[in-house]
């Protein structure tokens, strides 16, 4: 039977209730638990895949495919684990799917409600997400007394008097401002919002408190006793130099002590030397290298989290402070390649959707490859790479993604109509399909050649499983042509192309697939690892 840790949040958004979710989640594993971690999001949409980046931050990807919210990229950056779709899911979902029973007449007419029904629904794909874990930590998305979360609240207390449930134990993360004009931490809006728990029947047993510059004894006290938990069991959570040292903060804190006597799990040790280790490289490294980053999403960061994550752990593999250059592909359309990436080591174009800023990626791949700067190209960026070769090599001029010209007469990138996909099923798809859930997603196998830089990449792997998101292919029609010309492919993966790179070249590698979403701190993706690695070697 499985154990669950619930993490509410309270007060207001953006508190990282995700980081530490993932952080409780990383010291349990550690300690020798089997941790298993769910994301609710009480959003209505369906589908997560289709929400913009620009709003919502990225879309991570899973193994087996699934779009998610980003939380899941970081539980998997830290419990090193890939999760799969039962990992996550959305108000939206727990809907549409008590609906579709209802219409197949799976409740025999009974009335449909909240509760017992959505409820109902809730509490069994949490538990099915449980299944086969010791310990579930479920991280509950927006913040209490919001509407939305009413239900998943519900089903939450529902779980204490489970009987197929080994335990619960609730963390609310809370904020605790400090008001400069009085000169006082405040523990009012914590207050109110434990308040708020209560009413809907949940006691936390356990408050962490982000504050910017730490709670004294006295306030941790005062904060315990009017949240009802004891002194032990308030945690402080201080904007902390690097993510990853979230973890070692509670640890040092003693966070663990608690929850295992409250959760009956005896005395846990977690081992997180190798951890401590990597994060004393993400703070201090030694070296530094820049990498020119070229994207469209920059107003938020957040859309490229894995990808400048995964940066982040080839970094501190490498003792070298990764510091990205944000270039906004549009600003080189008007500026030119050279004016905003002659101070970088190498040179990134990252994924994307939609034609916006994709003459300025165009460019910046050309200024990579005429100059012999190390330069990776990840699904957009490795389309973009047949294009410019096309149009700046074999003097195509036209040459384009179908994806930005219809009517290309030589289309280096291509709608193939179907295709076998994860699970060995025929997929169609159409340019009339619908935009969301048609995608090639999830894990597929890749062959590398044998001598190419990708191959070298993965020491040697000659079958390496990496994650796609993308609708286009690269057409095999011109594959001949490019390759005479120089342009080398070095990974399929059942006669589709997967990566390119450039014959004479110093370091030039474009992927098909996202290598960023199976980074994780203590093991960095292999390509992301050798990119960093040429550009520092420059
Ligand atoms: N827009 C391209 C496609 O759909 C690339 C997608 C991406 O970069 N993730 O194939």
């Keep these: 039977m499985t154990k669950y840790i619930f993490v509410t949040g309270g007060v207001l958004s953006s508190l990282g209730k995700g980081i530490t979710a993932a952080s409780v989640g990383t010291l349990l594993k550690h300690s020798g638990k089997k941790v ?25 990807v899973t193994k087996d495919g699934a779009e998610t919210d980003l939380d899941i990229g970081n539980y998997e950056r830290f419990l090193d684990t890939s999760f799969l779709k039962s990992s996550n899911f959305t108000t939206g979902q727990v809907y549409s799917s008590v609906i579709e029973r209802e219409r197949a007449g799976g409740y025999l007419g009974q009335t449909i ?61 809370t904020l605790i401002p400090f008001i400069k004009a009085a ?77 295992a006597k409250e959760l009956d799990l005896g005395e846990l040790v977690p081992d997180m030397d190798e951890w401590d280790s990597l994060v004393k490289k993400i703070v201090q490294p030694k070296g530094k290298v820049v990498v020119g980053f070229v994207g469209k999403y920059l107003e938020l960061k957040e859309s490229y989290k894995s990808l400048t994550e995964a940066l982040i752990h080839s970094g501190a593999h490498l003792d070298t402070r990764v510091e990205i250059c944000w270039v906004d592909s549009e600003h080189i359309e008007e500026r030119g390649a050279e004016a905003l990436l002659t101070d970088c080591d190498s040179i990134l174009v990252a994924g994307g959707f939609g034609s916006r800023g994709v003459e300025g990626k165009i460019q910046a791949i050309k200024y990579a490859r005429i100059n012999n700067i190390p330069y990776l190209g990840i699904c957009l960026g490795m389309q973009l790479t047949l294009v410019e070769y096309a149009r700046n090599v074999l003097g195509l001029e036209d040459a384009n993604s ?122 960095p993706n292999p390509s992301i690892l050798a990119f960093v690695k040429a550009s520092i070697d420059g």
């Design 113 to 173: 409600q909240v509760i017992p029904h959505i409820v109902g629904e809730i509490v069994s794909r949490i538990k099915e997400a449980g299944k086969d874990h010791e310990i579930l930590v479920v991280e509950l998305g927006g913040t209490v007394g919001d509407i939305e979360g009413l239900p998943f609240m519900e089903a939450i207390r529902q779980m204490k008097h489970d009987e197929d449930v080994a335990g619960t134990y609730f963390i609310h993360v």
């Design 183 to 259: 000169g006082e931490l405040k523990s009012k809006p914590t207050q109110h919002s434990v308040q708020e728990l209560r009413r809907i029947g949940i006691t936390p047993q356990m408050i962490i408190a982000r504050s910017e510059n730490g709670l004294p004894k006295s306030f941790k006290k005062k904060l315990a006793m009017s949240c009802d938990v004891s002194a032990e069991n308030v945690i402080e959570a201080l904007d902390a130099a690097s993510i990853y040292d979230v973890p070692m903060s509670f640890l040092r804190q003693d966070i663990l002590k608690p929850i």
């Design 402 to 523: 179908v994806e930005f010209d219809e009517n290309t007469k030589n289309p280096m990138i291509y709608l193939i109509d179907n295709f076998l996909d994860q699970s060995g099923d025929t997929q169609v798809r159409t340019h009339t399909s619908p935009m969301g859930g048609t995608l090639r997603l999830g894990e597929y196998p890749c062959d590398t050649k044998e001598g190419s830089i990708l191959r070298e990449a993965y020491n040697g792997e000659k079958v390496i499983y990496e994650r796609h998101r993308h609708r286009y292919e690269a057409n095999p029609a011109y594959r001949k042509q490019l390759e005479d010309a120089g342009m080398i492919v070095t990974g399929e993966s059942n006669g589709l192309i997967e990566t390119v790179e450039i014959k004479d070249h110093k370091w030039f590698l474009g992927v098909q697939f996202h290598p960023e979403f199976t980074s994780r701190l203590q093991t």
């Design 36 to 60: 298993g971690m769910l994301k609710i999001d009480p959003y209505i949409n369906v589908d997560p895949g289709t929400m913009s980046p620009l709003e919502h931050g990225e879309v991570f």
